[in-house]
C-alpha cells in the first residue's frame, strides 16, 4: 500500500508563492498534483513520469513547477505568481501511467488546502 502525505498548503495574497511537498513511501511510474476547488471536480495540475518527463495543466503553464527528489521520497509542487483563482485543496497521486483522468489514478494524499487572496 503507497502512502502519501502532502503539506505546505497555506493562505498567501495574489501574486504570491508556496511550496507543496507530498512525502511518499513508494513511486510510482507517474506522480502528479490535483486540485479541487469548492464545488468543482477534481482537475490535474501537473504530471512527472519516472523519466522526469512533466506536463502541465494550460492554467498554471509557466506559474508551477512539478519536482521530485528520489533520496527524501519526496514530490513537489513549487506555485509562483498564484492566482485567487489557484485556490483549492490540492492532491498528490500514484499511477501506473500519466494522464488527467482521476480514475487512473491508485494512490491519493489526504490533500493541503491552499487559498489565494486578492
Known amino acids: 500500500q503507497v502512502q ?7 493562505s498567501v495574497q ?3 508563492s508556496l511550496r507543496l511537498s507530498c512525502v ?3 513511486s510510482g511510474y507517474c506522480m502528479a498534483w490535483f486540485r479541487q ?3 468543482k471536480g477534481r482537475e490535474g495540475v ?5 523519466g522526469a518527463i512533466t506536463n502541465y495543466a ?6 508551477f513547477t512539478i519536482s521530485k527528489d528520489s533520496a527524501k521520497n519526496t514530490l513537489y509542487l513549487q506555485m509562483n505568481s498564484l492566482k485567487s483563482e489557484d485556490t483549492a485543496m490540492y492532491y498528490c497521486a500514484s499511477a501506473p501511467f500519466c ?7 491508485t494512490f491519493w494524499g489526504q490533500g493541503t488546502q491552499v487559498t489565494v487572496s486578492s
Open 99 to 105: 494522464s488527467w483522468r482521476t480514475y487512473d489514478y
Open 14 to 16: 495574489a501574486g504570491g
Open 58 to 63: 494550460d492554467s498554471v503553464k509557466g506559474r
Open 4 to 10: 502519501l502525505v502532502e503539506s505546505g498548503g497555506g
Open 24 to 26: 511518499y513511501t513508494s
Open 37 to 39: 476547488a469548492p464545488e
Open 46 to 50: 501537473a504530471t512527472m513520469n519516472r
